[in-house]
């Protein structure tokens, strides 16, 4: 049986936040029950404004059953479809949604490489960092001759 307390929690706490934005990378393993995948969605529906579906632990489902799944409900609990993306690779997933956020959104990361995902983020920040340093920087005019 799927535990829908840390759903409720998170979606407690995003809507305390209460951001402008809020995207998150979502899934669950493959061998829970239709209610739970019905349930989760309606949580998530009713919390994110976009959702980056990504496939792990598929216990025996086939590749696509969860995100699909997951899809369905969401649309039904109100989600608009282009809101939604299905990235069936975590990673892939988690890059996108770093790509998507933008400055002031809030960005929730669901994932089982907790590993693997705290290096991709870790990486990610030093790009932006880069990339502000970069703006910031003030052209320096060598042959100024007036």
Do not use: C
Not at 13 to 29: D, G, H, K, Q
Not at 55 to 84: A, C, F, H, V, W
Not at 122 to 141: C, D, G, N, V, Y
Request: net charge negative; hydrophobic share 35%; charged share 25%.
């Amino acid at each position: 049986m799927f535990d829908m307390g840390p759903y409720k929690a998170l979606a407690e706490f995003v809507r305390f936040l209460n951001p402008e934005n809020s995207i998150a990378t979502i899934y669950l393993p493959g061998d829970n029950r239709d209610e739970d995948f019905q349930n989760a969605a309606k949580t998530v529906a009713e919390t994110f404004n976009q959702v980056i579906l990504f496939e792990g632990y598929l216990r025996g489902k086939k590749t696509g059953y969860i995100s699909n799944t997951l899809q369905k409900y969401l649309i039904s609990y109100g989600m608009d479809s282009n809101k939604i993306e299905i990235i069936t690779d975590e990673h892939d997933a988690v890059q996108y949604a770093l790509d998507l956020a933008q400055e002031g959104d809030l960005l929730v990361i669901s994932n089982y490489d907790i590993e693997g995902i705290h290096n991709r983020l870790i990486a990610h920040k030093k790009i932006i960092e880069t990339k502000k340093t970069k703006k910031r920087q003030p052209k320096i005019l060598e042959h100024f001759n007036p």
